[in-house]
């Protein structure tokens, strides 16, 4: 019998014969978890195709797994999109637990998104808002609509070109398609990557799709760092990066040992294009769909900004730790509209037993965080509520302790671009809503926004936000 209670796995719907309960998960895989769950209770175990898989539907069962054992779901599942895109899991996102991950992690954290390097770039995001200010205030005084999904990516895409290569884009590179379609391929259930029998067939035309974006990719990239080998003077992340890849190719004695190659070099800088673009994109549109839904809520937080920045400054990024309401703002909005709705896959390392449930090892770990804020024995009855202040009175912080909030994840693996990301979102939010008043087009009213959302690895609004800007500051 203790045999049998070894095996036992987490309760789950029946799996099919080949391709499991994969034909369930529909287009907002999210949604359709958090109704199984409801069934079958916050462990739940899933069958995808030949993948044993568990999904964890509230903050308790995440504590367990990503708190309590988070050595042993610390690895990641191997993928097609990765193994094309990351040149066989060469960068970090998706490379298995192990020393290499370990390395790229150390060069992500203490030489590239360490704060110092982050407040290297405040002035540059500093010029690049106020380009879109300026874009924007044209559009006040022609009576236009602003399309903020398309003007905010376009601005996170830039700040992002420049903190990687010193400047702003080149012609064809086009980062934010890249980071918009590697999500959806990344994200998606490929059924090649469950089933391997169905693989060569490639019934959903997803590997052609993931091969000819990372032949895309590699061209785009390729040309990127050539350019900037031929001018040295450019400066940006990619001067770090090549450093340390021309130390560890050169036999130098001072070689950090990062291990990084070529297609390691064009690997890492995939997780921070499509880390950076697309997380921060997602976040920041949300926020503003949200304050544009409330009235309410829109104002109170105008009043701070008029309390803290005053009425004739821009924001500035020092602003930000005073600005409280925002922060709650921010807080509330990943609760609902969180960017990576399931978080970014984990994968078991070794056998293990759970609350008397066996997980194997190579077991798949979905955390479906975004079924954690539908849940009101989490957030009360008001659960489906956007209301900011729940957190005068609930100390809930997002950073990765607090196993309620945690759209960047935990541990390990948690996301190691938490200070950049909100420091995008935090400024982009406040200068917006600083600088103007945004009213919806053709006369609609707030509550008739349309807020259904996308699935992918990240989760944006399925049609764009548009708005009608007024001045607020200089009238
Ligand atoms: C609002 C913005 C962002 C959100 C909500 C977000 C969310 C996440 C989440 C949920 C994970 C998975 C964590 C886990 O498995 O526990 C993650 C991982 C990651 N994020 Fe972010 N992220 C954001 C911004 C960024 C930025 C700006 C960058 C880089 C420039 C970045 C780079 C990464 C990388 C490289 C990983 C993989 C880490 C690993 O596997 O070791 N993210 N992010």
């Not at 770039?121 to 022609?142: A, Q």
């Not at 900037?228 to 990066?241: A, H, N, P, T, V």
Request: charged share 25%; with cysteine; glycine share 8%.
């Amino acid at each position: 019998t203790t045999h049998l209670r070894r095996k036992k796995l987490p309760p789950g719907p029946l799996p099919l014969p080949i391709i499991g309960s994969i034909h369930l998960l529909g287009k907002l895989p999210h949604r359709v978890l958090r109704n199984l769950s409801l069934k079958y209770g916050p462990i739940m175990s899933i069958r995808l195709g030949n993948v044993e898989t568990v999904v964890l539907s509230s903050p308790d069962s995440a504590r367990l797994f990503l708190g309590t054992h988070d050595a042993n779901f610390s690895s990641r599942p191997q993928i097609q999109a990765s193994e094309h895109l990351s040149y066989g899991a060469k960068g970090m996102a998706y490379t298995p637990y192990g020393p290499y991950w370990r390395s790229m992690r150390k060069l992500c954290t203490v030489e590239l998104l360490s704060v110092a390097k982050i407040n290297d770039s405040r002035g540059m995001r500093r010029e690049e808002i106020g380009v879109i200010m300026k874009e924007i205030g044209e559009c006040v005084t022609r009576n236009e609509v602003v399309n903020l999904s398309e003007t905010v990516g376009r601005l996170i895409e830039n700040m992002t070109f420049r903190m990687l290569f010193g400047r702003t884009g080149y012609e064809g590179a086009d980062f934010r398609s890249l980071a918009n379609e590697g999500s959806e391929v990344i994200g998606a259930f490929n059924l090649g990557d469950y089933v391997p029998m169905l693989a060569p067939l490639d019934l959903q035309g997803s590997t052609r799709r993931i091969k000819s974006l990372s032949k895309k990719y590699d061209e785009m990239i390729e040309s990127l760092i050539n350019k900037r080998e031929q001018d040295r003077s450019l400066q940006g992340l990619i001067q770090w990066i090549l450093l340390i890849y021309y130390c560890h190719n050169s036999d130098k004695p001072n070689d950090p040992s990062h291990g990084i190659d070529r297609k390691g070099t064009k690997a890492i800088l995939l997780d921070m294009i499509v880390g950076a673009i697309d997380a921060s994109t997602t976040s920041t549109e949300w926020v503003l769909s949200l304050l544009i839904k409330h009235p309410r809520v829109m104002k109170k937080l105008q009043q701070e900004l008029s309390d803290v920045v005053g009425n004739k400054r821009e924001v500035d990024e020092t602003h930000l730790t005073k600005l409280s309401y925002l922060h709650m703002v921010i807080k509330e909005t990943f609760r609902l509209y969180p960017a990576a709705p399931l978080l970014v896959p984990r994968e078991s390392i070794n056998d293990i037993v759970i609350n008397g449930y066996h997980i194997p090892k190579k077991t798949l770990v979905l955390v479906n965080f975004w079924a954690f804020g539908r849940d009101s024995k989490v957030w009360s009855k008001n659960c489906n509520e956007f209301l900011p202040e729940r957190f005068l009175d609930k100390d809930v912080d997002f950073r990765g302790h607090d196993f309620e909030l945690i759209p960047f994840g935990t541990g390990r693996r948690g996301c190691p671009g938490m200070n950049l990301g909100l420091i995008n979102v935090g400024l982009i939010v406040s200068q917006l809503v600083h600088s103007f008043n945004w009213d919806l087009p053709s006369g609609m009213s707030p509550v008739e926004l349309d807020m259904t959302e996308k699935f992918g690895l990240s989760m944006p609004r399925a049609k764009p936000l548009v708005a009608i800007p007024t001045y607020r500051l200089y009238e």
